[in-house]
């Protein structure tokens, strides 16, 4: 009788279809993961080649497979409607700025972003942290040891003397701490539940012995308020909690966003004095070692750097100058810019609501260092700790998610539901 129970044999089927749909979509997943790891180990290798004293001369090359391979992530996995969307207005925007500046990091960075959909990021930050840790103390050892790579350099840098001060390998003093600090910072991000109270002056110990050898002020000082950072939220257990200690973090991006804009402004220069008409840029740039002068003196324009700002920049914006924030809205415009600035305010309310007290500090610490530093805004994905958040809190940004996800080949089925539920 219950060989020829219909209701029973339609049971069976269904449970059969449901494991053979499980086995695939697990199968799909795993690929999705490999290509995701895949694209992002050739990242951080290109990220360590480039501080180095090699020149990668396949670099670009590189960049076109890590996109390919992200962009394979994204096939395998499943996106809602307006995620779909968001992506396609992102990647437009992409498309513009490439076209108009010849640069492909803004596609590059919303395919990898896009790609950290249903990645345990967790998981994907330990992996960026021991590749990262591993690399740099690969070009020490190389350096220290006389295998290759400059152990120290030796020259004015900008303050008006000659000095000796230590790379160990990563090209400069400024570079060598500046990887300390990320990688304080990650790991502070990483494992500040579990730290001591000793664990915080351990790291500051070796943060000013470090500072002893590379003279890097910016470095020592924002990897400070890193450690000061991650104690405060570690012992001060409603911290994460509240409102106003994430509105106060936005405040202080939006601080150095607004000081970057107002360094770049030429009418507070005169060219043929080099100076400033503005007494706080000029007093800023006496002890930012001239970055400021250097954005109106640094290239062959008479007029500065800064004085052919666009909506999407073009072409001839390609010099290389320290101030990241300036830098955004030089090398890709205006709107991009802006596309900038709003993803990061809407990251902080994310951290808000996940009570990612870490998450808070990194990016305000990151967002003090770019004033005078370009680390994260480059053309290394893998070096800006910030997408990696993006990517984390993505889905849950205001609108995107939604419980109807589809691969991109059965999108078809978008309409279908969207139809069923009109009906």
């Known amino acids: 009788m219950e060989a020829g129970n219909p209701q029973l044999i339609c049971v069976r089927v269904g449970m059969a279809m449901d494991e053979k749909i499980g086995v695939r979509d697990n199968r799909i997943a795993k690929a999705a993961e490999f290509f995701f790891y895949a694209s992002l180990l050739v990242e951080l290798v290109v990220v360590i080649i480039d501080k180095s004293d090699y020149i990668n001369p396949v670099e670009g ?21 307006k995620e779909w969307f968001a992506m396609l207005l992102f990647g437009i925007m992409g498309v513009i700025s490439y076209k108009m500046t010849g640069r492909n990091e803004i596609l590059r960075i919303v395919v990898f972003v896009a790609a950290c959909k249903q990645m345990d990021m967790k998981k994907v930050l330990k992996y960026v942290f021991y590749i990262t840790l591993a690399g740099c103390l690969l070009l020490m050892l190389l350096s220290v040891t006389g295998i290759y790579g400059s152990a120290s350099l030796e020259t004015d840098f900008g303050r008006g003397y000659v000095q000796t ?20 910072l990650l790991g502070l991000y990483l494992y500040n539940k579990k730290m001591k109270w000793y664990s915080y002056l351990i790291l500051a110990a070796l943060n000013y012995s470090l500072y002893l050898l590379t003279d890097s002020n910016t470095g020592m000082l924002v990897t400070l308020i890193g450690i000061a950072g991650g104690g405060l939220m570690r012992y001060w257990k409603k911290l994460p909690e509240m409102k106003w200690v994430y509105a106060a973090g936005v405040l202080v991006f939006l601080f150095c966003v607004a000081f970057s804009v107002l360094a770049a402004e030429r009418s507070f220069a005169r060219p043929v004095e080099y100076s400033f008409r503005n007494p706080v840029i000029a007093f800023a740039d006496a002890h930012l070692n001239g970055r400021i002068r250097d954005l109106y003196y640094g290239s062959t324009d008479a007029h500065g750097t800064t004085a052919t700002w666009s909506l999407f920049s073009q072409p001839e914006n390609n010099y290389f100058f320290d101030m990241g924030f300036v830098r955004v809205f030089y090398w890709y415009g205006i709107l991009p810019g802006m596309v900038y600035i709003i993803l990061n305010i809407l990251l902080f309310w994310q951290c808000a609501k996940k009570k990612d007290g870490m998450g808070l500090v990194m990016m305000a610490a990151l967002a ?54 009109k009906v």
Do not use: D
Not at 165 to 184: I, Q, T
């Open 61 to 81: 090359q590189l960049f076109r497979i890590t996109f390919l391979l992200a962009a394979g992530k994204i096939l395998l996995t499943k996106y809602s409607l």
């Open 165 to 184: 001060r230590y790379c160990m390998g990563l090209g400069h003093p400024n570079a060598l701490h500046c990887m300390f600090m990320m990688l304080v």
């Open 368 to 421: 003090v260092y770019t004033i005078v530093e370009a680390h994260i805004i480059s053309v290394y994905i893998g070096r800006n700790y910030i997408l990696f958040l993006m990517g984390m809190y993505g889905s849950s940004m205001p609108g995107l998610n939604s419980e109807q996800e589809e691969y991109m080949w059965k999108a078809y089925r978008f309409i279908g539901k969207w139809s069923s539920s």
